[in-house]
Nanobody
Protein backbone atom coordinates (compact mmCIF):
# COMPACT_ATOMS: atom_id res chain seq x y z
CA UNK A 1 0.00 0.00 0.00
CA UNK A 2 1.26 3.47 -0.88
CA UNK A 3 -0.11 6.75 0.45
CA UNK A 4 0.61 9.98 -1.37
CA UNK A 5 0.46 13.50 0.04
CA UNK A 6 0.92 16.55 -2.18
CA UNK A 7 2.07 19.97 -1.08
CA UNK A 8 3.43 23.16 -2.57
CA UNK A 9 0.40 24.52 -4.36
CA UNK A 10 -0.64 28.14 -4.04
CA UNK A 11 -1.21 31.43 -5.76
CA UNK A 12 1.40 32.84 -8.12
CA UNK A 13 1.49 35.50 -10.81
CA UNK A 14 1.81 34.57 -14.45
CA UNK A 15 5.43 33.92 -15.31
CA UNK A 16 6.20 32.75 -11.80
CA UNK A 17 7.23 29.37 -10.43
CA UNK A 18 6.02 26.78 -7.98
CA UNK A 19 7.38 23.43 -6.90
CA UNK A 20 4.95 20.70 -6.01
CA UNK A 21 6.01 17.85 -3.78
CA UNK A 22 4.48 14.41 -3.38
CA UNK A 23 5.57 12.49 -0.30
CA UNK A 24 4.98 8.76 -0.45
CA UNK A 25 4.75 6.23 2.32
CA UNK A 26 5.45 2.58 1.78
CA UNK A 27 8.56 0.55 1.28
CA UNK A 28 7.84 -0.16 -2.39
CA UNK A 29 7.82 3.47 -3.50
CA UNK A 30 11.07 3.05 -5.39
CA UNK A 31 9.49 0.41 -7.63
CA UNK A 32 6.59 2.63 -8.70
CA UNK A 33 6.29 4.82 -11.74
CA UNK A 34 4.95 8.21 -10.68
CA UNK A 35 2.90 10.80 -12.48
CA UNK A 36 1.39 14.23 -12.06
CA UNK A 37 -2.09 14.91 -13.38
CA UNK A 38 -4.40 17.90 -13.26
CA UNK A 39 -8.13 18.30 -13.44
CA UNK A 40 -10.19 21.41 -13.96
CA UNK A 41 -13.88 21.50 -12.93
CA UNK A 42 -16.03 19.74 -15.50
CA UNK A 43 -13.07 18.36 -17.37
CA UNK A 44 -11.32 15.02 -17.48
CA UNK A 45 -8.18 14.44 -15.49
CA UNK A 46 -5.21 14.97 -17.79
CA UNK A 47 -1.63 13.79 -17.76
CA UNK A 48 0.98 16.43 -17.00
CA UNK A 49 4.25 14.58 -16.41
CA UNK A 50 5.57 11.15 -15.48
CA UNK A 51 8.79 9.57 -14.29
CA UNK A 52 9.87 5.95 -14.37
CA UNK A 53 10.64 3.94 -11.29
CA UNK A 54 14.36 4.72 -11.38
CA UNK A 55 14.07 8.26 -12.70
CA UNK A 56 15.72 7.27 -15.94
CA UNK A 57 12.78 8.20 -18.14
CA UNK A 58 10.46 11.18 -18.06
CA UNK A 59 7.52 12.25 -20.17
CA UNK A 60 5.54 15.47 -20.45
CA UNK A 61 2.33 16.74 -21.94
CA UNK A 62 2.94 19.07 -24.87
CA UNK A 63 1.28 21.92 -22.98
CA UNK A 64 3.95 21.89 -20.26
CA UNK A 65 7.02 20.67 -22.13
CA UNK A 66 9.95 23.02 -21.58
CA UNK A 67 8.28 24.66 -18.58
CA UNK A 68 7.73 21.83 -16.10
CA UNK A 69 10.26 19.31 -14.78
CA UNK A 70 9.47 16.12 -12.89
CA UNK A 71 12.04 14.50 -10.63
CA UNK A 72 12.18 12.05 -7.77
CA UNK A 73 14.31 11.56 -4.69
CA UNK A 74 14.12 7.88 -3.82
CA UNK A 75 15.90 8.36 -0.50
CA UNK A 76 13.21 10.85 0.54
CA UNK A 77 10.32 8.94 -1.05
CA UNK A 78 9.33 12.14 -2.79
CA UNK A 79 8.42 13.20 -6.30
CA UNK A 80 8.61 16.82 -7.39
CA UNK A 81 7.08 18.90 -10.13
CA UNK A 82 8.98 22.11 -10.78
CA UNK A 83 6.69 24.48 -12.65
CA UNK A 84 8.21 27.53 -14.33
CA UNK A 85 6.77 30.19 -16.61
CA UNK A 86 3.33 29.50 -15.24
CA UNK A 87 0.31 30.60 -17.21
CA UNK A 88 -3.27 31.32 -16.11
CA UNK A 89 -4.38 28.21 -18.01
CA UNK A 90 -2.25 26.10 -15.64
CA UNK A 91 -4.72 26.98 -12.89
CA UNK A 92 -6.37 23.85 -11.52
CA UNK A 93 -5.94 21.05 -8.97
CA UNK A 94 -2.82 18.92 -9.39
CA UNK A 95 -2.68 15.28 -8.34
CA UNK A 96 0.20 12.94 -7.73
CA UNK A 97 -0.28 9.31 -8.74
CA UNK A 98 1.62 6.04 -8.61
CA UNK A 99 1.49 2.77 -10.48
CA UNK A 100 3.49 -0.43 -10.38
CA UNK A 101 5.55 -1.15 -13.45
CA UNK A 102 8.56 0.46 -15.07
CA UNK A 103 6.94 2.67 -17.70
CA UNK A 104 5.12 6.00 -17.65
CA UNK A 105 1.50 5.75 -18.72
CA UNK A 106 -0.63 8.69 -19.84
CA UNK A 107 -3.96 7.28 -18.73
CA UNK A 108 -5.14 8.10 -15.20
CA UNK A 109 -6.97 4.76 -15.15
CA UNK A 110 -3.62 2.98 -15.12
CA UNK A 111 -2.60 4.51 -11.80
CA UNK A 112 -3.47 2.78 -8.56
CA UNK A 113 -2.58 5.33 -5.92
CA UNK A 114 -3.61 8.98 -5.77
CA UNK A 115 -3.00 11.92 -3.52
CA UNK A 116 -5.69 14.33 -2.37
CA UNK A 117 -4.64 17.08 -4.77
CA UNK A 118 -3.18 20.54 -4.36
CA UNK A 119 -4.58 23.74 -5.85
CA UNK A 120 -2.46 25.85 -8.16
CA UNK A 121 -3.76 29.28 -9.10
CA UNK A 122 -1.97 31.51 -11.60
CA UNK A 123 -3.14 35.10 -11.80
CA UNK A 124 -2.81 37.17 -14.94
Amino acid sequence: QVQLVESGGGLVQAGGSLRLSCAASGRTFSSYTMGWFRQAPGREREFVAGISWNGGSTSYADSVKGRFTISRDIAKNTVYLQMNSLKPEDTTVYYCAGRSGPYVNYSPGQYTYWGQGTQVTVSS
